[in-house]
């Protein structure tokens, strides 16, 4: 998440958006009186620092606000939120089908080695999917967004926290399958001039199938009941 104190706006980042290629573009337009949630560099992905999210309460350091952050919990969180109204709230949507895809590559990037669910390169058709519909359905201590006590989640309930980002008090949606043009139009919009957007985390995807090679019609189904606002709100569909 970031926000801009000399620009007044807000980036709500999403899970696999491309979030962290547009948070640190527009991050470079910001004054040190700006924050941003930052992004820890590790697995051969490039980081960036964050600004002004630390704080220490009882001798321990926290952070002020989860990188993942989406507009209901800012606003849950915020004591004075007129402080906010003039400020322009932005995010990004994706296709659903391609996001989920997009977050089973992030993931087998950690075990790539000797994870028993990797896709590889002389898998079938068939043998993918199998793959995918069990990773799927797999559950785990995920990063809790809420800093709540961490909790053993189903993957796809994990990353559908997307859905929280389509919101009414969300001024400008950058769409994945533009980005380019979206993010320039918006950089347009909020005097920032040209910026050029940064490449983050875009060698997961080792095998260039399109995302409805893993798909079948259980998991098809499964990804849109997960997703309801965003494939309303869109007009998303499968391929």
Avoid at 45 to 56: D, H, I
Avoid at 145 to 167: G, H, M, R
Wanted: a neutral charge; charged letters at 25%; hydrophobic letters at 35%.
């Amino acid at each position: 998440m970031l926000i801009s104190n000399n620009h007044k706006f807000i980036f709500f980042k999403p899970l696999k958006v491309a979030g962290s290629s547009v948070e640190y573009s527009l991050f470079q337009s910001c004054d040190e009186m700006s924050l941003c949630t930052g992004y820890e560099e590790g697995f051969g992905v490039q980081g960036y620092a964050e600004l002004n999210n630390k704080f220490m309460e009882n001798g321990e350091e926290k952070s002020r606000f989860h990188t993942h952050t989406w507009p209901g919990l800012f606003f849950e969180r915020i004591l004075d939120k007129r402080k906010w109204s003039d400020y322009t709230k932005i995010t990004i949507v994706r296709n659903p089908w391609d996001n989920v895809v997009s977050w089973y590559w992030w993931m087998m990037r950690l075990t790539r080695d000797n994870y028993p669910l990797m896709i590889g390169k002389r898998d079938s058709r068939p043998e993918a999917q199998e793959k995918f519909e069990k990773f799927l359905d797999i559950c785990g201590d995920l990063d809790p967004i809420q800093q709540a006590p961490t909790t053993s989640q189903n993957v796809l309930d994990y990353i559908c926290v997307n859905e929280k980002f389509v919101d009414e008090r969300v001024d400008e949606y950058i769409r994945f399958e533009s980005l380019n043009e979206d993010f320039n139009k918006l950089c347009f919009n909020l005097n920032l001039g040209n910026i050029p957007l940064a490449r983050f985390k875009t060698r997961e995807r080792k095998i260039g199938h399109h995302y409805s090679y893993y798909y079948t019609d259980l998991t098809r189904a499964k990804v849109a009941d997960k997703f309801p606002h965003i494939l309303y709100k869109f007009n998303y569909s499968f391929l």
